[in-house]
Nanobody, 118 residues
Framework: VQLQASGGGLVQAGGSLRLSCAAS????????IGWFRQAPGKEREFVAS????????NYADSVKGRFTISRDIANDMLYLQMNSLKPEDSAVYYC????????????WGQGTLVTVSS
C-alpha cells in the first residue's frame, strides 16, 4: 500500500484547511488509517484515525471539536478537515495506515506542511 498526502499550506489562525490522502496498491488489507503530525523540535503525535470501513473515528484531545476525519470508501481516500486552526497546529502532517495483521501504524506517506500564522 502507498499513501500520498496533499492539501497543506499557509493559513491564518481561525482559518480552515482540508488534507487529503490517497491510498493505492492493496488498501483493502488495511485495518485503520489516520493522521499524525510533527512540529519542529517535537515528537510525532497522533491526530486522528478511522477504521478502513469508515467507522470509529478517534481524535487527539487537542483537536476534538475542530478537526474531522473522514473516508471516501469508493475512491480509497482519506480526509482531514481542519477548522479553527491555531498556530500550535503548525506541523508536518502525515497520513499513516495500520495493516490488518499488525497492531501499529507501519505504512507512512510523505508529509504535507501546515503553517498557521497568528
Amino acid at each position: 500500500v502507498q499513501l500520498q498526502a496533499s492539501g497543506g499550506g499557509l493559513v491564518q489562525a481561525g482559518g480552515s484547511l482540508r488534507l487529503s490522502c490517497a491510498a493505492s496498491g492493496r488498501p483493502y488489507t488495511l485495518y485503520a488509517i489516520g493522521w499524525f503530525r510533527q512540529a519542529p523540535g517535537k515528537e510525532r503525535e497522533f491526530v486522528a484515525s478511522i477504521s478502513w470501513s469508515a467507522r470509529n473515528p478517534n481524535y487527539a484531545d487537542s483537536v476534538k471539536g475542530r478537526f474531522t476525519i473522514s473516508r471516501d470508501i469508493a475512491n480509497d481516500m482519506l480526509y482531514l478537515q481542519m477548522n479553527s486552526l491555531k498556530p500550535e497546529d503548525s506541523a508536518v502532517y502525515y497520513c499513516a495506515a495500520r495493516p490488518s495483521s499488525i497492531n501499529r501504524y507501519t505504512i507512512w506517506g510523505q508529509g504535507t506542511l501546515v503553517t498557521v500564522s497568528s
